[in-house]
């Protein structure tokens, strides 16, 4: 069975700081894995996906690498800003086409 | 307008209560998902449907029922509502051909069981 884990469950950065989100899976035949924004009490944005072909997916100061073999994939955050102030949720796709998310980790940027 | 909505967006109610929760979204996509969220657990699959047709069971599906009326709409129930069932519900969709399967959410259902 698939499992999902997000290291750190909460961190908390200046302003300005760049940034390293981490999740881990167990089996590492994937389909694809997500990137996810989720803000308090609303539903999920996704951020970036990518592909167990890829390496890694840019958009704007988000860069998302995949490792597959190792089972890793990081979430890089250019530059801080405390709009980026949300939990950010990891997802992979397996075989059954279903997604698996790990718990996330809680991000706080603050001015 | 968002692509996915439900409706309600909250809902108080009392044990042993049947509760509809609806999914609509304008992206034209075949697959919908329902998903709940509690505190500590993360989400989880409840039900999902590839297609019109097409309706399978998720990781907690005890308790729930689906049904899947067009592409455009995909409905929870839950028969007989119990307090453990409270928790944040969302609905999502995605199009395997056109979009590498991202998924996409509507922005959730708080469902509250006294």
């Known amino acids: 069975k698939q499992e999902v884990t997000q290291i750190p469950a909460a961190l908390s950065v200046p302003e300005g700081e760049n940034l390293v989100l981490n999740c881990s899976f167990t089996d590492s035949a994937i389909y694809n894995l997500q990137w996810f924004r989720q803000d308090p009490g609303k539903g999920l944005t996704s951020l970036l996906l990518i592909q167990s072909s890829q390496r890694e997916q840019t958009s704007g100061r988000l860069n998302a690498s995949l490792d597959k073999s190792s089972g890793r994939s990081t979430l890089y955050i250019a530059a801080s800003q405390p709009g980026d102030s949300a939990t950010y949720l990891c997802a992979v796709e397996g075989g059954s086409e279903k997604l698996v998310f790990g718990k996330g980790t809680k991000l706080t940027v603050n001015p | 307008d968002a692509d996915v909505t439900q409706t309600p967006r909250n809902r108080i109610t009392k044990t042993g209560k049947r509760i509809m929760l609806e999914c609509s979204q304008t992206?034209?996509?075949?697959?919908m998902y329902w998903y709940r969220q509690d505190p500590g657990l993360g989400l989880r699959l409840i039900y999902y449907?590839?297609?019109?047709?097409?309706?399978n069971k998720g990781e907690i599906s005890d308790g729930y029922s689906v049904s899947r009326q067009a592409q455009a709409k995909f409905s929870l129930s839950l028969e007989s509502a119990i307090p453990n069932q409270t928790a944040l519900y969302f609905c999502?969709?995605?199009?395997?051909?056109?979009?590498?399967?991202?998924?996409?959410f509507g922005p959730g259902t708080r469902l509250t069981v006294l």
């Open positions: 449907s590839f297609d019109v047709k097409d309706i």
């Open positions: 999502a969709t995605s199009d395997f051909t056109s979009d590498l399967d991202t998924q996409y």
């Open positions: 992206k034209g996509h075949d697959r």
